[in-house]
């Protein structure tokens, strides 16, 4: 009998599934840098049953790799080398809602727009958004502690976070923090799964804290003269109006949403664009603060969407952006400094990328209010891909050097997974590392929970995180 075999046998109600159509659908993520090659795909029902397989998976040594919507940058959700994918794709449920403690518990399977619809069915909001909403799920924000659009105002995935009910590498069900404002008794466990990339454990439930919806808000364009105007119109707005949202993208990146479909926002071109969103300033307000910057010379063009179909095609202008490059096979970098650093370390970065990179197209993009850049390169149509990454990573260890300097981090919000493993080491300590091991041991002594990924158990970096 093959350990499949056996898995069946003992969890007989398990959905198991092995066409060549599903491995490669389930095996791979956005990233389209590995041949999956996984060795089928569990979609469980329940906690009970991702216990049995993780059980299962400790007896036999199978490698497992948790999965939600795989829209990961990073690889973190790939299988490519024999593991057992686990799909939380059926457990995609609201378990219920506590109108006191104002806390919505899920299925990890669940997808965050689904999530905003609940919390919507409530009157609250569930803060946490960005583009994939559609097709991501809580438990992969979760993994990553997923930020996005509105970090600016209501932080990352972790602020959000109430309880989760988790199954360790070892098979045990761990019910962390259970929902309490208040708990200080010893390590707050929760926060140590939260960003762990599924390699502590497999987050099966979890208790969203949901807020009050925002007064009526309004989205604004504006276009920008220079790259150094941008944290002076950050600064400037975020003085004036309660900003939830503050995005840019440089001509480059109009350039491609406009080619994949979205609307020209101005008859003039510019070379900056901030995509921007306030909530309860009035019109004039708003109308006052634009006025003020194109006084200052820090805005040469700008519009306020005057209904929600306007404000959508703003929108379209920054969220479109990923999609409008994927054909083009990016090589991402997701970086973060502290937003008081981000002058100087910009001005660094936009010198060493111009020198690094005469001959690719370079699009800029992210949330600069969070300290937080997306630096897409893309692939010239004629160059192989490995060549390329290879040219890549060698930057991407130039800009490493440059984030140790200015106390940065190598990923903001997608992660580490495969593609950002050989630079971990560039923004954390020896001791840092050494620590991490030890925690991942701790939780995963056997190594089935998504190994190769974030870091290697045993200190080296396989070749598994590198190969093209
Ligand atoms: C975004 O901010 C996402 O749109 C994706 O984090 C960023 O594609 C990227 O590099
Ligand atoms: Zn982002």
Redesign the pocket.
Known sequence: MTPLDELARRLPELVLRTSASDLEHYGRDWTRRWTPSPLAIALPSSSQEVQGIVRWANEHRVALVPSGGRTG?SGGAVAANGELVVSLEKMNRALGFDPVDRILTVQAGMALEAVHAAAQAQGLIYPVD???RGSCSIGGNIATNA???RVVRYGNTREWIAGLTVVTGTGEVLELNRGLVKNSSGYDLRQLLIGAEGTLGIVVEAQLRLTDPPPASQVMLLALPSFEALMQVFAQLRARLTLSAF?FFTDRALHHVIAHGAQRPFGEEYPYYVVTEFDGDSPEAALAAFEALVEAGLAVDGAIAQSQAQAAALWRL??G??ES?ARHL?Y???VSVRIGTMPAFLAEIQALLGQEYPHFEVVW???IGDG?L???VLKPEAMENADFVRECGRVTALLAQVLLRHGGSISA??GIGLVKKPYLSSTRTPAELALMRGVRRVFDPNGILNPHKLFDADGSVSVYGETA
């Open positions: 940058l960005f583009a994939a930020g996005g659009i995005e920054r969220e952006i990923t490059l990016p991402k970098n997701d993009f992210g949330h937080n997306h630096i897409n919000e997608h």
